[in-house]
């Protein structure tokens, strides 16, 4: 816009002494430009302060929700680890019972009688299907 402003005043006929100290005032208020221009941060600063909020998020979430879920499967899988025949179980899907029998991947669970005390249910299910564990002290 400086550079309108001398175009203008040459134009209009004024002598070049006025318009030589217009151009001086107008160069001095750009170099303070300039000078303000250089002193601002370079790129990767500004690329980090943009990617830095994206970069708490991320570990926000880690810690509310990543870890304490990888805590609750740890200690999940040590109490089914450590289940044994005789302890009281519950399923995933509610039934309630006691292990007679493990057997690999397999837990055998009595979950009552049908008739008489001869007669026992047991059903045949998955160590991952358990989602509590009672155990019995002998």
């Known amino acids: 816009m400086a550079n309108i402003l001398e175009t203008v005043v040459f134009a209009e006929g004024e002598d070049t002494a006025a318009a030589d100290t217009q151009t001086t005032s107008t160069t001095e208020v ?3 430009q300039e000078q303000g221009a250089m002193q601002t941060a370079p790129g990767w600063v500004s690329t ?3 990617l830095l909020p994206f970069v ?3 570990v926000l979430l ?3 929700m990543i870890r304490p ?3 609750r499967e740890k200690e999940t899988r040590e109490m089914i680890n450590a289940m044994k025949v005789g302890d009281k179980v519950v399923t995933i899907g509610g039934i309630c019972g006691k292990v007679v029998k493990i057997k690999d991947e397999f837990i ?3 979950t009552g009688n049908i008739g008489t005390q001869d007669e026992k249910s047991i059903i045949k299910m ?3 299907a358990v989602k509590a564990v009672e155990t019995t002290k002998k």
């Open 30 to 32: 750009n170099g303070q």
């Open 126 to 128: 998955e160590r991952d």
């Open 62 to 64: 880690y810690f509310m």
């Open 56 to 58: 708490l998020i991320i």
């Open 108 to 110: 055998f669970i009595e």
């Open 69 to 71: 879920q990888r805590k």
């Open 48 to 50: 980090i302060s943009t």
